[in-house]
C-alpha cells in the first residue's frame, strides 16, 4: 500500500537534507533562492516548434525568467534541444510533452484547463486579441500558447482557445522571431506578476519535489545515495 501524501512529503524532506550534504552550501542556497522565484501561475506551451535553435532560446528565457513549466506539443515535428543554446536550462525546468495521439494539441488544453489553466493563444491576426500592455493576469493562471517559426499557431490551437494576446507592432514586419516573441510576453508578464497582490509562487510541496530533482541532477550517481539513505532509514526501525 502506498503511503499517505504527508509521510512520502516528509520522506523527501529527510532525503533532501541528505542529500544535501554532498553538494556545496552555495548551491543550496542558489537552489532555494531560484525556488522562491520560480511560478507556474504563468505556464508556456509550445505548438510544433522544430527549429532547436528557437525550441532552445525558449527554454533558456523560461529559466531565466522564473518560469518552471513548459509544456511541449510534437503533431508533426519532434522538439529538438540544442545545447550550446539551451546552457542546461531544460534540466532545471519541468518539460511535459504531448505526443502519439492524434491530435496532441487538445490533449495539452484538455490537460491544461483541468489543472486551472486558461488558454492564452499568441495571435497578431486574431481580431479579439489583446494587446499585451493590457492582459488581466488577475483573471487567474494562464498557459500561454506559441506556434511554429513559419505558420503560427495551427487553427485548431487559435480555434480552441480562451483568449488571444498580442505584441503591438509599430514597424514594417508583421512578426517576431518566435523565441523574441515568446521573451518579450513572459518578461512583460512576469515583471507584472511579481508586482501584482496575486499568490504565484510555487506551492511547498512543489518546491521539494523540484529541489530533490535538482539535488539528483547535480549529483553523481545520486541513486547509490538513496539507496544507501533507505538502509539507514530502515536500520532505524
Known amino acids: 500500500m502506498d503511503a499517505p501524501p504527508f509521510l512520502m512529503h516528509m520522506l523527501e524532506r529527510e532525503l533532501i537534507e541528505y542529500l544535501e550534504n554532498f553538494v556545496s552550501a552555495r548551491r543550496v542556497k542558489l537552489f532555494d533562492k531560484v525556488l522562491s522565484d520560480r511560478t507556474k501561475y504563468i505556464t508556456v506551451v509550445l505548438e510544433d516548434i522544430f ?12 529559466d531565466c525568467l522564473g518560469i518552471q513549466e513548459v ?3 510534437e503533431n508533426r515535428n519532434e522538439y529538438n534541444v540544442n545545447p550550446d543554446v539551451a546552457l ?20 495539452a488544453y484538455k490537460n491544461l484547463r483541468s489543472r486551472g489553466y486558461r488558454i492564452v493563444a499568441t495571435s497578431l491576426h486574431e481580431r479579439k486579441a489583446v494587446s499585451l500592455d493590457k492582459f488581466d ?8 500558447v506559441f506556434g511554429t517559426e513559419m505558420h503560427g499557431l495551427s487553427k485548431q490551437a487559435i480555434e480552441w482557445a480562451d483568449e488571444y494576446l498580442k505584441i503591438p ?9 518566435i ?3 515568446a521573451a518579450i510576453i513572459i518578461y512583460e508578464l512576469l515583471a507584472k506578476l511579481r508586482k501584482s497582490g496575486l499568490s504565484w509562487h510555487l506551492k511547498e510541496e512543489d518546491k521539494t519535489a523540484l529541489k530533490l530533482n535538482w539535488l ?3 549529483i553523481k ?14 536500520s532505524r526501525k
Open 179 to 181: 523565441s523574441v516573441s
Open 137 to 144: 493576469l488577475g483573471k487567474g493562471p494562464a498557459a500561454l
Open 51 to 62: 527549429q532547436p535553435h528557437n525550441a532552445s532560446a525558449v527554454l533558456r528565457t523560461c
Open 216 to 218: 539528483r541532477n547535480t
Open 169 to 177: 507592432m509599430y514597424g514594417f514586419t508583421e512578426s517576431y522571431n
Open 221 to 234: 550517481k545520486p541513486e547509490l545515495l538513496e539507496k544507501k539513505f533507505m538502509l539507514m532509514k530502515n
Open 71 to 73: 509544456n511541449i506539443i
Open 88 to 107: 542546461g536550462s531544460d534540466k532545471w525546468l519541468t518539460l511535459v510533452k504531448y505526443r502519439g495521439k492524434g491530435n496532441n494539441t487538445y490533449e
